[in-house]
């Protein structure tokens, strides 16, 4: 991970975050903000499996603009270093929160600057800041 005295262009968006965002849960005005101020989203592939569950669960109509404006990122190797790093750095995380992680470590490697790590999970964000994402 290269380090960058600029703000970062890019943010590594999870699932709490966008779906927040997506269902108008308490405080998704900032989160919509923050999310509006970097002009490239990713995310893992995963991202949409998790958004279409909560709209199940929730009994609403799938809403593919939700997603829509965040690049997937499908990676084209194994992410166990990156899953290795992120475990030898915080501890436990949730297989998902974990995949996250890695996939935004995946993306970290083949980028110039820095990015941004967005998540309303207080774990996550603390394994992220620790990993020298910007939070």
Known sequence: MVASLSLPLLA??????????????????????RLTSFPVLLSANLLEAEVRSVYARE???????IV?????????????????????????????????????????ETI?????????DNKQRAVAANLGFAT
């Open 12 to 33: 590594y968006v999870d699932a709490s975050a966008a779906v927040a965002v997506a269902l108008e849960e308490p405080g998704w005005e900032q989160t919509a903000r």
């Open 59 to 65: 009994r609403l109509q799938y809403d593919p603009s």
């Open 112 to 120: 110039v600057g820095s990015m941004a790590f967005i998540t309303l």
């Open 68 to 108: 829509s404006s965040i690049g997937l990122v499908h990676p084209h190797r194994s992410l166990g270093p990156e899953l290795a790093k992120a475990l030898e750095i915080g501890g436990y995380l949730k297989g998902s929160d974990l995949w996250h992680m890695a996939t935004a470590l995946y993306v970290d």
